[in-house]
T-cell receptor
Framework: TQLLEQSPQFLSIQEGENLTVYCNSSSVFSSLQWYRQEPGEGPVLLVTVVTGGEVKKLKRLTFQFGDARKDSSLHITAAQPGDTGLYLC???????????FGQGTTLQVKP | GAGVSQSPSNKVTEKGKDVELRCDPI?????LYWYRQSLGQGLEFLIY????????KSGLPSDRFSAERTGGSVSTLTIQRTQQEDSAVYLC??????????FGDGTRLSIL
């Protein structure tokens, strides 16, 4: 069974601080996706990483895929209250469509 | 709108009753997925439809759960003889084959 361990599960920080969320597995994934979810809504895709060692930037968010395609990280620089939400990593195995999700990280950014 | 539509948005029912949850995917998306999410947690895969292929039912937690997809479009997830542990948000997603999934806003199911 493929599992994704996401940490931390909860993070409360002040506006302007930096943070990193980790997603780790013993399994290799063909791609890994990061989603952000707000209360009462479905997850919204932020980024997909495919190549081992790949780094993608989305404004203040930096996503990295591990060289072995087993782990990933999301780094937020100078967090804003608007970044508050549930962040989810999800790995795709081979050519199957289904995603294996981590447990999620609830981020709270205080003004 | 053009997104994934789920209905109802909320459902409260008594233990032991059957429930049906509906998903209208984005037009033209060949793949459709159902997930279950407990409060503040990650998503648990339930079932996956891809075109005319046999569905991947490997995530269904028991034989009380079933799903169908009619005409390659609308899907219905049915839970028979509901139990309190079935309470969760049920999310549907669709995608073109091999492409990122687009999620609906879910059905919040509460079993009394």
């Amino acid at each position: 069974t493929q599992l994704l361990e996401q940490s931390p599960q909860f993070l409360s920080i002040q506006e302007g601080e930096n943070l990193t969320v980790y997603c780790n597995s013993s399994s290799v994934f063909s791609s890994l996706q990061w989603y952000r979810q707000e209360p009462g809504e479905g997850p919204v895709l932020l980024v997909t990483v495919v190549t081992g060692g790949e780094v993608k930037k989305l404004k203040r968010l930096t996503f990295q895929f591990g060289d072995a395609r087993k782990d990933s990280s999301l780094h937020i620089t100078a967090a804003q209250p608007g970044d508050t939400g549930l962040y989810l990593c999800a790995g795709r195995s081979g050519n199957t469509g289904k995603l294996i999700f981590g447990q999620g990280t609830t981020l709270q950014v205080k003004p | 709108g053009a997104g994934v539509s789920q209905s109802p948005s909320n459902k409260v029912t008594e233990k032991g009753k059957d429930v049906e949850l509906r998903c209208d995917p984005i037009s033209g998306h060949t793949a459709l997925y159902w997930y279950r999410q407990s409060l503040g947690q990650g998503l648990e895969f339930l079932i996956y439809f891809q075109g005319n292929s046999a569905p991947d039912k490997s995530g269904l937690p028991s034989d009380r759960f079933s799903a169908e997809r009619t005409g390659g479009s609308v899907s219905t997830l049915t839970i028979q003889r509901t139990q309190q542990e079935d309470s969760a948000v049920y999310l549907c997603a669709s995608s073109p084959h091999g492409q990122p999934q687009h999620f609906g806003d879910g059905t919040r199911l509460s079993i009394l």
